[in-house]
């Protein structure tokens, strides 16, 4: 069996996209993510995206993200770039559109089209509430409160932006361990669904470096509802301003983000990039 595949990434954030639009979501999934995210022994990436048809009214299509792990999430800003990228090379319908308007189990979003191949994305609102999060065992808004993990403790900020994420400041990303960290807060007791935890270091008021380990996908270079949480987490901490543009330093490049804090929305700028073309045997 031979499938057909485009190799994209936004900020390194690569991901093999298969065109599901006719054929369907494939019954095998999960596993084929696990199968061909495999870096060294296939195509490797932190998971296939299928691009579907679209769903609500006005819908150019619809993404479904399944990470590296075969399990299933609902939003990747990187992704949806990336998605909007694609559709604009390989559907006529939407070659000269300057915006886009894609499905996800996190709602419908609006990716406008920017010169030099970059998107901006509106991200929609987003919560610190613990119920939507979701947190167990916790209550309230969570703004700079506290958590052990691992017997260490840790001063967090959660953020749900269509998935959750949990943010912290270090004074320097560069130094940590996150192969021995990250998975203690994926598999925290207090996220029952998991978690993607963000840990940032403050550079000035607009700029900041961050490293992120995704549920699923283990440490990636680029996560764009991670950057959004974080730039987040950082407005309603009062360290950068919000209604400004922020901009990310990843390990894969950088995003830029703007928080609306009064109306709880975000949105994030950033580049998408087809690869490559190619074809699995399976």
Same mark, same amino acid.
């Given at each position: 069996?031979?499938?057909?595949?485009?190799? %994209?990434?936004?900020?390194?954030?690569?991901?093999?996209?298969?065109?599901?639009?006719?054929?369907?979501?494939?019954?095998?999934?999960? &596993?084929?993510?696990?199968?061909?995210? &495999?870096?060294?022994?296939?195509?490797? =990436?932190?998971?296939?995206?299928?691009? $579907?048809?679209?769903?609500?009214?006005?819908?150019? #299509?619809?993404?479904?993200?399944?990470?590296?792990?075969?399990?299933?999430?609902? +939003?990747?800003?990187?992704?949806?770039? $990336?998605? @909007?990228?694609?559709?604009?090379?390989?559907?006529?319908?939407?070659?000269?559109?300057?915006?886009?308007?894609?499905?996800?189990?996190?709602?419908?979003? !609006?990716?406008?089209?920017?010169?030099?191949?970059?998107?901006?994305?509106? +991200? /929609?609102?987003?919560?610190?509430?613990?119920?939507?999060? *979701? &947190?167990?065992?916790?209550?309230?808004?969570?703004?700079?409160?506290?958590?052990?993990?691992?017997?260490?403790?840790?001063?967090?900020?959660?953020?749900?932006?269509?998935?959750?994420?949990?943010?912290?400041?270090? *004074?320097?990303?560069?130094?940590?361990?996150?192969?021995?960290?990250?998975?203690?807060?994926?598999?925290?007791?207090?996220?029952?669904? /998991?978690?993607?935890?963000?840990?940032?270091?403050?550079?000035?008021?607009?700029?900041?470096? +961050?490293?992120?380990?995704?549920?699923?996908?283990?440490?990636?270079?680029?996560? #764009?509802?991670?950057?959004? =949480?974080? !730039?987040?987490? %950082?407005?309603?901490?009062?360290?950068? *301003? @919000?209604?400004?543009?922020?901009?990310?330093?990843?390990?894969?490049?950088?995003?830029?983000?703007?928080?609306?804090?009064?109306?709880?929305?975000?949105? +994030?700028?950033? *580049?998408?990039?087809?690869?490559?073309? #190619?074809?699995?045997?399976?």
């Amino acid at each position: 069996m031979k499938l057909q595949f485009t190799k %994209m990434q936004g900020c390194a954030n690569d991901y093999i996209y298969v065109d599901c639009r006719s054929t369907g979501v494939p019954a095998d999934i999960a &596993a084929l993510s696990v199968q061909l995210s &495999a870096r060294r022994f296939s195509v490797g =990436a932190d998971g296939i995206i299928c691009i $579907c048809a679209g769903e609500t009214s006005g819908a150019d #299509g619809k993404m479904r993200i399944f990470n590296a792990d075969g399990s299933e999430a609902k +939003m990747c800003g990187n992704g949806v770039r $990336c998605v @909007a990228q694609w559709l604009r090379e390989h559907e006529p319908a939407c070659a000269d559109k300057p915006e886009l308007r894609i499905d996800t189990l996190s709602g419908c979003k !609006v990716i406008r089209y920017l010169p030099h191949g970059r998107w901006q994305v509106e +991200m /929609g609102q987003y919560s610190l509430q613990a119920d939507v999060l *979701p &947190a167990a065992d916790l209550q309230g808004e969570l703004l700079n409160v506290p958590l052990v993990v691992d017997g260490h403790s840790w001063q967090v900020t959660c953020v749900n932006v269509g998935n959750p994420h949990c943010v912290t400041v270090v *004074p320097d990303v560069d130094s940590l361990n996150l192969e021995q960290i990250g998975p203690h807060f994926e598999h925290h007791p207090c996220f029952p669904e /998991g978690v993607n935890t963000e840990f940032v270091q403050q550079l000035d008021a607009t700029h900041l470096k +961050m490293r992120v380990w995704e549920r699923g996908s283990g440490e990636t270079w680029a996560c #764009g509802t991670g950057t959004c =949480a974080t !730039v987040i987490a %950082m407005v309603e901490l009062g360290l950068c *301003p @919000a209604d400004t543009d922020v901009a990310v330093q990843l390990r894969g490049g950088e995003l830029t983000i703007r928080v609306d804090a009064a109306q709880k929305r975000v949105w +994030m700028t950033g *580049p998408a990039q087809t690869v490559y073309e #190619g074809c699995a045997l399976l």
